[in-house]
């Protein structure tokens, strides 16, 4: 499940008109794509099963890319971005998602002006 959680997430994403501003929107770290760009960093599962249900917890993190010397730089981004992810459909194909929830964020200053933002949100999902 956590592969097809982050392949909806991805979808989900990419379907924001609010985060159009973004270049590329993809799986893991773009090799040739010029900033701003958001991508899925990493993620990991656990089992959370029920009684008549496969489930799992599956922690995502997403990271975001930009450029900027202003500590307000995609401040608006990142809340389009926590919203649309709070938001997400409940009822995907082949799972249901029960919860997500906003565990932790980083932001991080790196040379260049390059500022890189860094979510993790925790989902509970059940196979259907």
Not at 12 to 33: F, G, H, K, Q
């Amino acid at each position: 499940m956590e592969t097809q959680l982050r392949a909806a997430l991805l979808d989900c994403l990419r379907a924001d008109p609010a985060l159009a501003a973004l270049n590329t929107i993809v799986e893991e770290a773009p090799s040739r794509t010029s900033l701003p760009w958001l991508g899925i960093s990493a993620s990991a599962s656990a089992d959370w099963s029920v009684k008549d249900a496969i489930g799992r917890e599956v922690r995502i993190a997403v990271e975001m890319h930009l450029r900027g010397d202003d500590p307000a730089t995609g401040v608006s981004l990142a809340k389009e971005l926590e919203a649309r992810i709070l938001a997400m459909p409940r009822v995907q194909n082949g799972f249901y998602i029960v919860t997500v929830v906003f565990l932790r964020s980083r932001v991080e200053q790196r040379a260049n002006n390059v500022r890189a933002m860094l979510f993790e949100f925790r989902f509970h999902v059940l196979a259907t």
